[in-house]
């Protein structure tokens, strides 16, 4: 059995309810339990008189559904997925921000399962902020919502909002109140946080224990934020000689990222695979991947599945490590933690964190992140990439056009998109 969600129900009346929906809607990767697990992360189900989530602890949400919905799984399916987005995104104003529920609610803050939050780390992502319109402190939290809303925190108070469209790359910024913080102090926000992301370590690392002793560990590693704290947590959970990265590089990956790669090996002393997609070779055939035709993708599988092939030739017992969270998309929360594949178990430690715990992650383990998250970028992928949203594209062609303007395919992405 694989443990990270431990589904708590103490009333023998609703338990039948609440297997038959885990059942239909979950697998069996949410565990139905009558105890408190002090290592996994913890969904207590009741019955009342109305709905209502409350946060218990960093991993503990209990979550009561209105008597009148008995019967309902798709229901109480929804409100478990609203239980889990109160775990990873439930942030409060303590002196600085503080994921938990003991401090000052943040003005008009909202918490759904397709949300995520995170800091607007940096200089380069302040500026990027005041070309809009908006002056938050540097460091501000930002709030990501639907229709390309990012609403802007300064301290407890809404700020403003950044307006990012579905088409085009001018972004727009929506100011409600005057910059009341200059800063807000990073070494404070850890300090705050530190005890919440020790628990949360703590579960993805039994979540480990809980797959059994592989024979080798193989992270995927794309030289995001992401799966750098995989790489690193596996590190310190299997020992350096029993982990290797898979970075695939397909050509048109910007040249920060490549450079990145190799500068993070030697940082962390782990190996890491550099193996060659052939998409930089197929474009003149395929041309540019679109929306409906991500022909790419199956390139970087590909040549990751063909790595992990030659690993399978030396070893028995492979284990995958991915980045994937929930936050990231609707289809990656309705993914199960541990995935059988052909030939290896493939799984996700972190699917439960929000981009603000893996911030923290960076900030206590002092790993450098990407650089291109610095500027603004949200996801990273390569400059080609038909999911870049305006966000990343506007900071590509006004503030990084120098830097690409010299790589064939970029020039052709550019004039696509004018």
């Not at 919905?69 to 229901?75: H, V």
């Not at 990012?164 to 990073?186: A, F, N, Q, W």
Request: hydrophobic fraction near 40%; charged fraction near 30%.
């Amino acid at each position: 059995m694989y443990w990270m969600y431990n589904v708590v129900v103490k009333d023998p009346g609703i338990e039948d309810y609440v297997r038959e929906t885990l059942s239909r809607y979950y697998g069996r990767w949410l565990v139905l339990s009558r105890k408190h697990r002090s290592n996994s992360y913890n969904i207590l189900v009741s019955t009342g008189e109305k709905t209502s989530i409350r946060l218990i602890d960093p991993i503990t949400v209990h979550i009561q559904i209105d008597h009148r919905l008995m019967g309902q799984r798709f229901k109480l399916a929804k409100i478990i997925e609203a239980g889990r987005a109160f775990l990873r995104n439930h942030i409060v104003w303590s002196d600085t921000y503080k994921l938990g529920s003991k401090g000052e609610i943040l003005e008009k803050y909202e918490i759904k399962p397709a949300y995520d939050v995170w800091l607007a780390l940096g200089e380069a992502y302040h500026k990027l902020l005041l070309s809009t319109g908006l002056n938050p402190p540097i460091n501000a939290l930002i709030n990501k919502r639907f229709a390309g809303e990012h609403y802007v925190y300064d301290g407890p108070y809404l700020h403003g909002k950044l307006i990012v469209p579905d088409k085009g790359y001018t972004l727009r910024g929506v100011k409600y109140r005057s910059k009341v913080y200059e800063s807000i102090d990073l070494d404070e926000i850890l300090k705050k946080n530190n005890d919440t992301l020790l628990m949360n370590t703590i579960v993805s690392r039994r979540f480990l224990n809980s797959l059994g002793k592989p024979d080798i560990v193989l992270v995927s590693f794309s030289g995001g934020k992401d799966s750098l704290v995989v790489l690193h947590m596996a590190k310190m959970h299997y020992g350096e000689d029993m982990v290797r990265g898979i970075y695939v590089d397909t050509g048109v990956d910007f040249p920060h990222t490549r450079k990145y790669v190799e500068e993070i090996s030697m940082k962390i002393g782990l190996d890491i695979d550099i193996v060659k997609a052939d998409v930089d070779a197929l474009l003149p055939k395929k041309g540019l991947p679109t929306k409906n035709n991500r022909w790419c993708t199956l390139r970087k599988t590909r040549a990751f599945k063909k790595r992990v092939k030659w690993y399978k030739k030396r070893f028995d017992r492979i284990l995958v490590l991915v980045g994937d969270r929930d936050s990231e998309s609707v289809a990656r929360a309705r993914k199960p933690p541990v995935r059988k594949r052909e030939g290896y178990l493939e799984a996700a430690p972190i699917k439960q964190w929000s981009t603000f715990l893996v911030q923290l992650y960076h900030l206590k383990y002092d790993l450098p992140l990407n650089p291109l998250y610095l500027k603004g970028f949200y996801r990273l992928g390569c400059y080609i990439c038909p999911a870049l949203t305006a966000l990343e594209k506007h900071i590509m062609f006004n503030y990084m056009f120098k830097e690409l303007k010299d790589l064939y395919w970029f020039k052709k992405f550019w004039r696509k998109n004018q």
